[in-house]
Structures are given as structure tokens and as C-alpha cells.
């Protein structure tokens, strides 16, 4: 048993070595997209799923945001407050990312008289700045 443990140990500090150098590698090859949701008080009870491509990536509360590793090329972002599959209904931003770029998406709420409109919105780097810091990074993204 104990050699058992110490050679899975040893792979997976050979396995360890390799991953440490090709994050690097990795992270150039591939685009960062932030989902930032801060809502305000209007809609915070609940959490809102985010997607891209069609593909559920995580459900954010208020005041959180989530960072998340994609490959390069057209891509589709939706939001929406609840389920586990994209509605077709949902509005949709496409971004064409590039390797090696940061993007920041913003979830937007809408309150209406008859119906709540959620939405994703493209934000600058320098707005992103500027809303990042008053809120939590969610690693879980449950």
C-alpha cells in the first residue's frame, strides 16, 4: 500500500512539472471571459445562469463574478435566471475571441411592468476594472 502511495506521489509531481509549464502555454492559446453580475437590490434573491455556446458554465449570485478559459473563435453568451439549457428565446452576444484576450461580460436586469428581461452585455476592460473590485470571485460556480 505505501509503495502504492509513493508511486502515485511521484507521477503526480512528474504530471505536476508539466502542467506548470504548459499553463503558460495553455493561457496563450486560449481567450478569458469574465461573467460579472451585480445587479443591485432589483433581482438578487436569486441566481442567474450563465452560458456559453449553449453550454451551462455557472450560476452567479449577486455581487459575484466568474472567470472561465475558452478556446479562440465565435462564441455565444447567454444569461438567463434559471434551468439547466440555454432557452432559444434568450438574447444572445456573440464575441469573436482571440487567444491570449481577457473579455468581460456584464449581466444586465432589466425590471418590467409584465415581464423581467436579463441579457449579457460586453463591458470594456476599464469599466470591468472599476465594477470587479466590489465584488467576490466565485470559483465553485454552482
Known amino acids: 500500500m ?8 511521484g507521477i503526480a509531481g512528474v504530471f505536476s512539472g508539466v502542467n506548470a ?26 441566481a442567474f445562469t450563465a452560458f456559453i455556446d449553449d453550454t451551462i458554465v455557472c450560476k452567479l449570485n449577486n455581487k459575484r463574478y466568474s472567470i472561465h478559459t475558452i478556446a479562440p473563435g465565435k462564441h ?6 434559471a434551468g439547466k439549457k440555454s432557452k432559444e ?15 468581460y461580460i456584464q449581466m444586465i436586469f432589466q425590471p418590467g411592468a409584465f415581464v423581467n428581461n436579463l441579457y449579457c452585455q460586453e463591458v470594456t476592460e476599464n469599466s470591468a476594472k472599476t465594477m470587479l473590485p466590489a465584488m467576490k470571485q466565485d470559483v465553485k460556480c454552482e
Not at 509549464?21 to 436569486?46: C, E, K, P
Not at 455565444?76 to 435566471?81: A, I, L
Not at 434568450?90 to 491570449?100: K, L, M, P, R
Open 21 to 46: 509549464q504548459d499553463s503558460t502555454t495553455i493561457n496563450n492559446s486560449m481567450a478569458t471571459v469574465y461573467f460579472m453580475r451585480s445587479t443591485g437590490f432589483q433581482g438578487s434573491a436569486t
Open 76 to 81: 455565444k453568451f447567454t444569461v438567463q435566471f
Open 89 to 103: 428565446k434568450a438574447e444572445a452576444v456573440y464575441i469573436e475571441t482571440e487567444a491570449g484576450r481577457t473579455y
Open 2 to 9: 505505501r509503495s502504492l502511495l509513493l508511486t502515485l506521489l
